[in-house]
Antibody, heavy 121, light 107 residues
Framework: QVQLVQSGAEVKKPGASVKVSCKASGYTFTSYGISWVRQAPGQGLEWMGWISAYNGNTNYAQKLQGRVTMTTDTSTSTAYMELRSLRSDDTAVYYC??????????????WGQGTMVTVSS | DIQMTQSPSAMSASVGDRVTITCRASQGISNYLAWFQQKPGKVPKRLIYASSSLQSGVPSRFSGSGSGTEFTLTISSLQPEDFATYYCLQHNSYPPTFGPGTKVDIK
């Protein structure tokens, strides 16, 4: 079946970096993109950025520009999200979601199970 | 950026009630609007896409409508498993933006 499986929980110190993976299966990876969404404890959903699995084009949320990098490995159908210079307010559950991109209807139909990232000294 | 608002922010309802949640966009988004359900500690689940298309496997008591700037999600007869938080999402243009959510709990 179509699914996205994410890497496990992480605990990081302020200033460190984290890299979360999202492995796709059950569909043609390069026919879709991947969006990353995070949710701080008790808060709503925040879009972080999108990457095309077809050509690697990216679109990042302005507030994260310079701190986030999204990549894909088409040989393993895996997407990655790296966030640098971590702060306490980056503590959140991070989700990947299948997304054909804005202006299409194939948006956010499949989600990964989420990865808890805790930033604490 | 397109701002999304939802009303109400929270509501109490009883099993069997008809529930309507409204989502408004700060500018026109055609019908690039999706609705998600999220239960505590769980992954968001897409219920509706293209404003009114029901996601496969989602019960028919859920329906969506609207175009442009105003959209609604309706649950025709609330069931115990429907108590959750509901989010709208516009994906007409970057950045995609979520509404702040509507929490539906038991009266």
């Amino acid at each position: 079946q179509v699914q996205l499986v994410q890497s496990g929980a992480e605990v990081k110190k302020p200033g460190a970096s984290v890299k979360v993976s999202c492995k796709a299966s059950g569909y043609t990876f390069t026919s879709y993109g991947i969006s990353w969404v995070r949710q701080a404890p008790g808060q709503g959903l925040e879009w972080m950025g999108w990457i095309s699995a077809y050509n690697g084009n990216t679109n990042y949320a302005q507030k994260l520009q310079g701190r986030v990098t999204m990549t894909t490995d088409t040989s393993t159908s895996t997407a990655y999200m790296e966030l640098r210079s971590l702060r306490s307010d980056d503590t959140a559950v991070y989700y990947c979601a299948r997304d054909m991109g804005s202006g299409s209807y194939g948006a956010f139909d499949i989600w990964g199970q989420g990865t808890m990232v805790t930033v604490s000294s | 950026d397109i701002q999304m608002t939802q009303s109400p922010s929270a509501m109490s309802a009883s099993v069997g009630d008809r529930v309507t949640i409204t989502c408004r966009a700060s500018q026109g988004i055609s019908n690039y609007l999706a609705w998600f359900q999220q239960k505590p500690g769980k992954v968001p689940k897409r219920l509706i896409y293209a404003s009114s298309s029901l996601q496969s496997g989602v019960p028919s008591r859920f329906s969506g409508s609207g175009s442009g700037t105003e959209f609604t999600l309706t649950i025709s007869s609330l069931q115990p498993e429907d108590f959750a938080t509901y989010y709208c999402l516009q994906h007409n243009s970057y950045p995609p933006t979520f509404g702040p959510g509507t929490k539906v709990d038991i009266k």
